[in-house]
């Protein structure tokens, strides 16, 4: 038998949140962080007018996709890449910045997709710890070695929510050295209302080892096109684009990007539901006396004491036909991701949960 790498084997491949659902019951589906309007109509409208063209091969380069990002965040359209998800460019950027002997560090509870990278291309991922699921930007200085290649910081952090403020990234990346990539995963940057903080764009036109990406899975609701983006120096993007595929965003992607970057009132509704139901949710888990973490995402992690219980109460919903997600993935057993869905997906799922608590109270 031909084998991989060795590194290939001891990756625990990543599963996403269950969406299996009995034949007659209505699914609420709060397990992948997806949209609650589904994607933009926008975004839609463009994608079936560009299927007519699937027979063709994509624009290689995303030009117009890139100048419509361009125009949209005021940077520079040079500086732009586009890939098949922010996941693929997380890949490549440890294809092209490590490999064996090298290091890739992020926080403990860091999205799962930056230690599988590091893998594949045969680094070693290394976890700094957190202090109360934050990123801890001594901890994380604390591990950077002559070994460490890349620094990924999910900037809101999933699954728990946290994130550091627009000093805190400064003062990390002033204490890191110039040989580290700093790289800014802002996959949930519109959901945040703090205005001290930074989505990094602003901070890539000073520095040349400072990388942001972002994606169309979140607020754009568009997961199942696979479509992201990374704002990079010009070097950065130069080593991109020796690596990624030539065509590696389709037709049907470039197109639905495009569109829904112009429906800015389905943004501004998804918005506004994230807001609203996100504290009716906290305020209403809190009063079930569940401990709820502070979250700038469009989820909640909510602590439930113990790995069984946890296990107990995800099953329990998944009856009823409510799915959420479950964290040992991550070191976190106690605790379940729920994602915020419509208001009232919300509130039946709150209800259930209530009424659960108190039967076994």
């Known amino acids: 038998m031909i084998k991989a790498k060795d590194s290939i084997y001891k990756i625990n491949p990543y599963v996403g949140g269950e969406s299996q659902e009995k034949e007659g ?19 839609v409208e463009a994608m079936k007018h560009a299927a007519d063209n699937m027979h063709r091969y994509p624009d290689g380069g995303c030009v117009a996709l890139r100048q419509a990002l361009a125009e ?15 996941d693929e460019l997380i890949s490549l950027l440890c294809k092209a910045y490590a490999g064996v002997g090298d290091e890739v560090l992020y926080s403990r509870y860091g999205f799962l997709m930056y230690a599988i990278s590091a ?27 002559e070994n460490t290649k ?5 900037n809101p952090n999933n699954p728990t929510g946290s994130y550091l403020k627009r000093d805190q990234i400064l003062d990390l990346h002033a204490r890191l050295p110039k040989t580290v990539l700093l ?7 519109e959901y945040v209302e703090d205005p001290d903080f930074t989505d990094g764009h602003d901070l ?74 996100r504290a009716m949710s906290v305020t209403a888990l809190q009063e079930m006396g569940l401990k709820v973490y502070p979250s700038q995402g ?20 998944k009856e009823e ?41």
């Open 25 to 43: 019951q209505r699914l609420i589906k709060l397990s992948s962080n997806e949209g609650p309007y589904g994607p933009p109509p926008m975004a």
């Open 72 to 86: 949209k965040n005021d940077i520079d359209a040079e500086k732009i890449v586009c890939g098949a998800g922010s």
């Open 119 to 145: 893998m594949g291309a045969g680094a070693t991922p290394v976890a700094a710890p957190e202090q109360d699921l934050c990123a801890d930007v001594d901890a994380l200085i604390a591990a950077v070695t």
């Open 150 to 154: 890349i620094l990924f910081l999910a």
């Open 183 to 189: 790289v800014l995963d802002a996959a949930y940057t």
């Open 204 to 277: 890539v036109a000073l520095h040349d080892n400072i990388v942001v990406t972002r994606t169309f899975s979140k607020i754009y609701g568009m997961g199942g096109v696979r479509l992201g983006w990374m704002h990079a120096p010009s070097h950065v993007i130069d080593v991109m684009n020796r690596v990624r595929g030539p065509f590696n965003v389709s037709i049907e992607a470039q197109a639905a990007g495009i569109g829904a970057l112009q429906d800015d009132a389905f943004v501004e509704k998804s918005l506004a539901n994230n807001k609203k139901c």
């Open 298 to 317: 469009n989820f909640v992690l909510v602590d439930f004491e113990t790995a069984e219980a946890a296990e107990a109460v995800r099953l329990h919903l």
């Open 321 to 361: 036909g409510i799915f959420v997600r479950q964290m040992p993935a991550y070191n976190l057993p106690t605790c379940l991701r729920v994602t915020i869905g419509t208001e009232e997906e919300m509130v039946l799922a709150l209800a259930a949960l209530k009424a659960y608590i108190i039967r076994n109270d």
